[in-house]
């Protein structure tokens, strides 16, 4: 047997229980009467953001993350909406990244970002249910308690409580993603799923302000043993606030040197028929993995590029 | 020059005058935030070793590193002589420099020696070495107190384990990777 042959084969057992997770998500969304569709992959202009690199596929790209069409779905009526969906960004790969990697993406109208956030509770408790691993469980030698409500703490208080400085200060020293990846993300999610909260404005392009007078926007993140599952914010439904943004996007890509981004017109038309609405994405290869017991993300999915 | 995204385990970079090897690495990313690659950085002429998270925005110089091909004269005084049978240059590695790579040095072997810039740094010698051995106990047919393996030692002093049936003055195959026995070669 080669290696490549025997790496797969000893995939098998890691494979069925990613279909038992997929399976449970699907039957959670299906009772809570949501819609699964099916977005294109391939689409003329992917939502600008600085540090997202699209894959270009002809003149058109495949998409980073399926929100433009489900939000042109929404701005066209629908009111509750999943998919599951393979994403590519370009240049993503370590210990929890793909460049091709599976997506859980939905929607509701009328909601904010607490409603969200109740969704991942339920979601996640209900799935760890099915795979029989209970309310409480391991991952890599830590105890995780899913009972709800799960920790909430917002993004300033965060980086106040461990590391002394506020994210303003951080932002400001253009260093937030450092000192988060190194000094914020290894307190969070232990014991019990964390919510990470409210993102100054400059770091949540397509979300919401709390309020008009704010400089944090609804955006959150969840995180279970330091890793991040999860991305989701109240929607963003201004059309001349969010071209206002993505121009500024536009513009900071071109000053890194990296590949023109396009105005995806199309969406920002439908944008202003979009009623409030919520959004989120989850990494659905990482919470395999925490569901799994699985340190690296290569033990969640068949093939990883460096086997093709 | 590398980008931030050509940097992996293994890789050799220029920083501050020394070459370094990337001895671990990490790809993270925050959100929909900027890239970070976390490495694990050796000096390949000190062995010092540092951590640093470089950014998608940073750029590397390349170390400049050749490899020629020397033979090995001696060993004195712990310095490891080698000589470009072109050129005859002649260079010195330290016993740190050449590491185990000591234990299969027979005079006249041919080996790649690594230069940063006109300096040695560090040696690779072939897979698969032929020794021929020293020291060895007799062979006792049926003496199955000491199994089938036995200790014996080879002409640059090293010890190895080898099948009961080797014998003082036979040439031995080791696996210079391992450190171990392969095969014993007829002459």
Redesign the interface.
């Known amino acids: 047997m080669t290696a490549a042959v025997w790496k797969l084969a000893g995939k098998k057992a890691s494979l069925r229980r990613r279909q038992a997770i997929v399976a449970a998500i699907r039957d959670f969304f299906y009772a809570r009467d949501f819609l699964e569709v099916e977005t294109p992959n391939r689409i003329p202009a992917p939502a600008p953001e600085v540090y997202v690199d699209p894959f270009s596929s002809g003149t058109w790209f495949l998409h980073p993350s399926p929100e433009v069409c489900m939000k042109r779905l929404l701005a066209a009526g629908y009111e509750r909406l999943f998919q599951i969906c393979k994403c590519y960004r370009e240049g993503e790969r370590g210990r929890r990244h793909l460049p091709e990697f599976t997506l859980l993406e939905w929607y509701r109208a009328g909601e904010d970002y607490t409603a969200l956030m109740a969704d991942c509770e339920n979601l996640i408790a209900d799935t760890a249910q099915r795979l029989a691993l209970g309310r409480c469980f391991v991952y890599q030698g830590q105890a995780i308690d899913l009972e709800p409500p799960w920790e909430r703490i917002t993004v300033d208080e965060a980086f106040r409580r461990y590391t002394g400085m506020t994210a303003e200060d951080v932002l400001a020293a253009d260093r937030f993603e450092e000192i988060l990846v190194e000094e914020v993300e290894p307190h969070l999610g232990f014991g019990r799923p964390t919510f990470l909260c409210d993102y100054p404005l400059p770091l949540a392009s397509l979300a919401r302000r709390k309020n008009d007078h704010s400089r944090v926007a609804e955006r959150f993140e969840l995180y279970v043993c330091g890793i991040e599952l999860a991305n989701g914010f109240s929607e963003l439904t201004d059309p001349a606030e969010q071209r206002r943004r993505f121009q500024e996007a536009i513009a900071e890509r071109n000053w890194l040197g990296k590949a023109p981004s396009p105005m995806p017109e199309s969406f920002l038309d439908d944008l202003s028929r979009m009623k409030e609405a919520a959004g989120i994405a989850l990494g659905l290869d990482r919470l395999v993995m925490v569901l799994t017991d699985a340190a690296v993300i290569d033990q969640v999915v068949a093939f990883t590029p460096e086997m093709l | 020059m590398y980008n931030a995204?050509d940097l992996r385990k293994g890789l050799r970079l220029k920083i501050e005058g020394d070459p370094y090897i990337i001895t671990e690495f990490?790809?993270?990313?925050?959100?929909?935030?900027?890239?970070?690659y976390r490495c694990k950085l050796k000096n390949m002429i000190n062995g010092s070793q540092f951590e640093r998270?470089f950014?998608?925005?940073d750029s590397f110089d390349e170390a400049d590193l050749q490899e020629k091909k020397m033979q090995f004269l001696y060993m004195e005084e712990g310095k490891y002589c080698f000589m470009d049978n072109n050129t005859y240059e002649q260079v010195f590695l330290t016993a740190d420099q050449v590491g185990d790579a000591a234990n299969f040095l027979l005079e006249n072997l041919e080996a790649e020696i690594l230069f940063f810039e006109d300096r040695a740094l560090g040696i690779s010698i072939p897979n698969f070495v032929d020794m021929v051995v020293k020291e060895a106990e007799p062979w006792a047919k049926g003496d199955s107190v000491t199994g089938n393996n036995k200790p014996v030692i080879l002409e640059t002093g090293y010890k190895i384990n080898v099948p009961a049936f080797v014998e003082e003055g036979d040439k031995i195959r080791v696996d210079t990777r391992t450190g171990e026995y392969l095969t014993r070669v007829k002459e």
């Open positions: 995204s990490n790809f993270v990313k925050p959100g929909k935030g900027q890239a970070l998270t950014r998608s925005v």
